[in-house]
C-alpha cells in the first residue's frame, strides 16, 4: 500500500492499515513475552545450552523480521493483489524448520531446567503460520498440512529422547498454534476482504449514479431533438417537391417553417443544457437523498422549494445535481446535510459532506464554474471549499424576494 498521511486515508485503508501493524506487531510481543523472558529464565548452566539458547533467540528474531514482509504479502494474496514471493516464504519456512531443530537440540541435550519450554515451543511456528493461513485455499487444508508438520515436529523430538509425556504437551501446544494462527490472521483478512468488496460496490453504485445522470440528459435531448428534426427533414422534402413543382411561393413558407422550427429547437436545446426545461428542485432534492443513502451515506434534507421561481429552482436544481456527484465521486463521506432555506434576502442552499482531504477543491473545477454562471444568471452566487477539518461546504444563493417583487 503507497504511503499516504493518516487523514488522507479512507476509512477501509486505516482499517487495513491497523490490522497489518496488529499482526506485525504479534510476532515480536510474543517473540519477548512467550520465547526470550521463560527461556533465559530456564537455561541450564552449561556451555552448550548457552550457545543452543543464544541460536534460537538469534533464529526467532529473524523470523519476526522476514514475518514483517511475509505477513503482509500474505494479506495482498489473500486480498487478490498478487502472490507472496516464493523467496519470503522458503526464508520463513526455513527459519521455523531450523527454530524447531534448535528447541529438539535442547530438549536432547536437557538445556532447560524442565527439559522442555512449552511457550518457546508455542511461539515459534506462528511467525510463518499468520502469514500461510492467508495464503491456503481454504481453513480445512491449513488444519491438515498443519497436522501433518505437527507429527513429523513430534517424530523428530522422539527421536531425540522426548518422553512420552513432554510428548504429548509439544502435541498439545503444536495442535493449538495452528487454530491461533488461523484466526488471529485469517478472520480478520476476510472482515477486510467483505469491506474492500462493500467500498467496490459504492464505488460502482456512484459511477452508476453518474451513468443515469447522463441517460437522464440523454433522454431529454432525444426528446427535444427528435421530433424536431422528423419536422424540419418532412418540410425540407415537401419544400423541395414544390419547388420542382414550380410552387415556389408554397415551398417558401416551409423554408421558413423550417426555419421557425430550427430557431425553436436551438431554444430547447439551450434550455436543456442549463437545466430550465421541466426544473424541479423538490425531485433533485429527493433524488440526492436517495442516490446518497443507496451509497451508504446518511443524508438529511432540511427546508422546502415551494413558492420558488422555476429559474431559480433549475439554478439550484444543478448546485444538487453538482454536488452530489462530488460527495459520491470524490472523498469517503459518512454524512450528508442538505439545508434550503427561505429568508427575506432571499434562499440560500447548503451543501455540506465529510470524509474530504484537505485540499479538495482547491482547483475549483469545470463543474463550479458552470455552477456560478447557472447562478449568475438568476442573480445568485455561489461558494464552495473546505470549512474544516474533512468538511466541505458548498453554499448556493439567489434574491429570490427581489425578483419576484419585480415582476
Not at 511467525?127 to 487444508?141: D, E, I, N
Not at 418540410?235 to 416551409?254: C, F, I, N, P, Y
Request: charge should be neutral.
Amino acid at each position: 500500500m503507497a504511503r499516504k498521511r493518516w487523514r488522507d486515508r479512507s476509512k477501509i485503508e486505516r482499517v487495513e492499515w491497523q490490522n497489518r501493524v496488529m499482526l506485525r506487531t504479534i510476532c515480536w510481543f510474543f517473540l519477548v513475552s512467550w520465547s526470550i523472558w521463560p527461556l533465559l529464565g530456564n537455561i541450564r548452566h552449561s556451555g552448550v545450552a548457552y550457545g543452543l539458547s543464544a541460536a534460537l533467540m538469534v533464529v526467532q528474531v529473524l523470523q519476526c523480521v522476514v514475518a514483517d514482509r511475509h505477513i503482509p504479502s500474505g494479506l495482498d494474496q489473500y486480498l487478490g493483489r498478487g502472490p507472496v514471493p516464493r523467496a519470503q516464504q522458503a526464508a520463513a519456512l526455513g527459519l521455523t524448520a531450523a527454530a524447531l531443530a534448535l528447541i529438539a537440540a535442547l530438549i536432547g541435550t536437557q538445556g532447560v531446567e524442565h527439559g522442555l519450554i512449552a511457550l518457546p515451543l508455542l511461539f515459534t511456528p506462528m511467525p510463518f503460520g499468520l502469514s500461510y493461513a492467508l495464503t491456503v485455499q481454504s481453513p480445512r487444508r491449513f488444519l491438515l498440512q498443519w497436522g501433518a508438520g505437527t507429527l513429523v515436529v513430534l517424530g523428530v523430538f522422539a527421536l531425540v529422547g522426548c518422553d512420552l509425556v513432554r510428548l504429548g504437551v509439544s502435541a498439545g501446544i503444536l495442535a493449538l498454534t495452528g487454530p491461533l494462527c488461523l484466526l488471529c490472521s485469517r478472520c480478520g483478512a476476510w472482515n477486510l476482504a467483505v469491506m474492500w468488496e462493500s467500498e467496490h460496490s459504492r464505488e460502482v453504485e456512484a459511477r452508476l449514479a453518474v451513468a443515469e445522470e447522463r441517460l437522464r440528459f440523454g433522454r431529454d435531448l432525444h426528446d427535444v431533438m427528435g421530433r424536431n428534426l422528423a419536422v424540419v427533414a418532412l418540410k425540407s422534402e415537401l419544400a423541395t417537391q414544390l419547388a420542382r413543382r414550380g410552387r415556389t411561393d408554397d415551398a417558401v413558407a416551409q423554408m421558413i417553417e423550417v426555419q421557425r422550427i430550427a430557431q425553436e429547437s436551438q431554444k430547447e436545446v439551450r434550455a436543456v443544457v442549463r437545466g430550465y426545461r421541466e426544473a424541479d428542485l423538490g425531485v433533485e432534492l429527493a433524488g440526492a437523498q436517495g442516490v446518497l443513502s443507496a451509497a451508504g451515506i446518511e443524508c438529511t434534507v432540511t427546508g422546502s422549494p415551494a413558492g420558488l421561481s422555476a429559474e431559480v429552482q433549475s439554478a439550484l436544481g444543478w448546485v444538487v445535481r453538482e454536488a452530489t456527484t462530488n460527495v459520491l465521486r470524490h472523498g469517503d463521506a459518512r454524512q450528508c446535510a442538505v439545508r434550503l432555506e427561505t429568508g427575506s434576502e432571499g434562499v440560500v442552499l447548503t451543501v455540506e459532506n465529510d470524509g474530504v482531504a484537505a485540499d479538495a477543491g482547491a482547483g475549483g473545477g469545470s463543474g463550479l464554474a458552470g455552477l456560478r454562471e447557472r447562478l449568475h444568471e438568476v442573480g445568485g452566487e455561489l461558494e464552495a471549499g473546505v470549512v474544516r477539518a474533512g468538511v466541505f461546504r458548498v453554499v448556493a444563493s439567489a434574491p429570490v424576494r427581489e425578483r419576484e417583487s419585480a415582476r
